[in-house]
């Protein structure tokens, strides 16, 4: 049951123009949204978050677009830049029945992106 | 130190063999996560850590893996009997929140043969 999916293995884009990464779920549970990003033989490294309360949120080139109803949410990447070409990982957490969260997260399998110069 | 801490980067053991991963979280981290990466797939939940007490172990695939923060600060994650299965890379995280994104560590990339 792969509740959280990035349908596309691999993106390509040239260097200064858009990467759009998308990640779909299936748990209505989730209410806050990460993306991690990886390159080789290191670890995932925390890029930009957002809450279900919110359908945008920006950090300089990085923009992730949320939309609860469709449960769908995306990653663009504006100007896209060689040194972006790694592994992209969505990752979900939901509240317990409590209606805390400790972090744990659900990820999905990952979009490889190159930016070729 | 600066980040987490894991070791060895790599393990190389036998079917059956025992094994023990450890974690070195960020200093004064509360909340320590272990996942499992499978080749080409995301990162899967094994079990998580509210200083040493262990919160939530639902993700630890069969009662041959064991994990431990006896201080609440090194963890280590212990896999008896190894099969070819448990062939992954290991990742532990660390974080002072609750909620949010969390540090993770290089991983150990175990292969059993």
């Known amino acids: 049951d792969q509740q959280v999916k990035q349908n596309s293995p691999s993106l390509s884009v040239q260097e200064g123009r858009i990467s759009i990464l998308n990640c779909d779920y299936t748990?209505?549970?989730?209410?806050?949204f990460l993306w991690y990003k990886k390159y080789p033989a290191e670890g995932p490294t925390f890029l930009i978050s957002?809450?279900?309360?919110?359908d945008k949120n920006e950090d300089g080139r990085f923009t992730v677009f949320l939309n609860k109803s469709a449960k769908h949410l995306s990653l663009h990447i504006v100007p896209s830049q060689p040194g972006d070409s790694a592994v992209y990982f969505c990752?979900?957490?939901?509240?317990?029945?409590?209606?805390?969260?400790?972090?744990?997260?659900?990820f999905g399998q990952g979009t490889i992106l190159t930016v070729h110069p | 130190g600066a980040g987490v801490s894991q070791s060895p980067r790599y393990k190389v053991a036998k079917r059956g063999q025992d094994v023990a991963l450890r974690c070195d979280p960020i200093?004064?981290?509360?909340?320590l996560f272990w996942y499992q990466q499978a080749l080409g797939q995301g990162p899967e939940f094994l079990t998580y850590?509210?200083?040493?007490?262990?919160?939530?172990k639902s993700g630890l695939p069969s009662d041959r893996f064991f994990a431990e923060r006896p201080e609440g600060s090194v963890s280590t994650l212990k896999i008896q009997r190894t099969q070819q299965e448990d062939s992954a890379v290991y990742l532990c995280?660390?974080?002072?929140?609750?909620?949010?994104?969390?540090?993770f560590g290089s991983g150990t990339r175990l292969t059993v043969v």
């Open positions: 850590f509210q200083n040493e007490a262990q919160l939530d």
């Open positions: 957002i809450s279900s309360i919110k």
């Open positions: 995280a660390s974080s002072s929140l609750a909620a949010g994104g969390y540090t």
């Open positions: 748990n209505s549970m989730f209410d806050y």
């Open positions: 990752a979900a957490s939901a509240k317990n029945a409590g209606g805390t969260s400790y972090g744990k997260l659900t």
């Open positions: 200093s004064g981290h509360v909340s």
